[in-house]
């Protein structure tokens, strides 16, 4: 750059300078602009405002919603732990209790069947009249009372011969639970 | 003496441009915006006002401090803040130029400043010479020129219009030949 032109430049950053201080911004440009940032800081501070309120809102409700739901969930958990454990354990125990109680009788009533067959099953015995009514005596000395209502239901479906007396030897039929079917008059003697 | 180095770097770079606007970005803050403003704003409107009309330069002053209200978040921390507003400025011209299909060369204005000019040569006188001078450039030059006159380097002017930086080397050259034969032929003697 010549000496000239290094003259000339400074000459055009003075007149630079100069114009510049003789055209400055309108007051106004700043107002407006100030007045406008004024705004907006309270639009955000309005909005940030409304920002802290619903999350607080949101947050309350939350808490709420959980608050209400938590004494409910514990509740149907009580509710199901106890239902599950006392409904499991009466069910296993009714069950486990109902079988052994069948289970039981059935097998008494087996006995009890058994300990007639094997102690009446005697085809013989000897008929013999008491004051109590009938009794059948069996070679092991073994005495079965006979009840009325027997004798009578026998007699009814001819099941009793009506001529046997006290002292006959007479055939007996059980079925296979040891009900008494039959009672008739036997030929052969009891040998015991 | 490195304390004092780093609190000198601290209170200098709390009153640079680039960093109110950090603390304003940061803060909203409507005091650093109005520092803001004091240090720039009749740069911004000088330069704006140099490229077009009274009218116009307020109006797009206005936007581009409103932009920097608006978009105070996008300010990249590495930047420079005058660069950063005088790019928004010119973007929001030729935006304007480009809707109102305008050329940035006002010839009524250029007519009125050479019959002004033709009066008298003392200092207003010479004033209106530069003012001719400056305006009679073509948009390109008058920028690139403002620009420099600004203070920005000819990477700073690339960047801002978007331009090679020979490109700029060249219209600055232009520019100042240009306003020099204009205020040699007006008024030699006083430029020399």
Redesign the interface.
Known sequence: MTKQNQ???D???Q??????R?????A???R???A???D??SI?YIFRRIGYVAVAASTLLLMSLLLIQRPDQVSTEINYQVVQLHTLDNDTKSLSDSINSRYAKHYNDYLAQQKTYAAHHKTKAVLQLVDEGWQLKNCENEVLQLSNELISALSNIQQIDSQIISGDEVEIAFDQTGIILGITRSGNHLRC | MSFALTLKTRLFDRTTNESLMLRYAHS?D?AL??KL?DTC??????FV?TLSDPTLA?DI??KT??KV??KKHLYQRSGQFKAWLFTLARNQLIDEFRRNKHNGDDIEQLVDLEQNIEFSLDDEG??AV??YA?LSLAFEQREAF?LQ?EGFTLQDIASITHSPIETIKSRLRYA?DN??KV?NKHCGEQ??
């Open positions: 003259h000339s430049d000459a055009l950053e007149h630079f300078a100069k114009r510049k003789q055209h400055t911004a309108p106004a440009i700043k407006h602009v100030l406008k940032q004024q907006n800081q955000r | 909203g409507r915006l109005s403003y704003g009749n740069d911004l409107y000088h006002l307020k002053c206005q401090w409103l209200i608006e010479v004033s530069f003012d400056l403002c006159q100042k306003m020099r205020l430029n020399d």
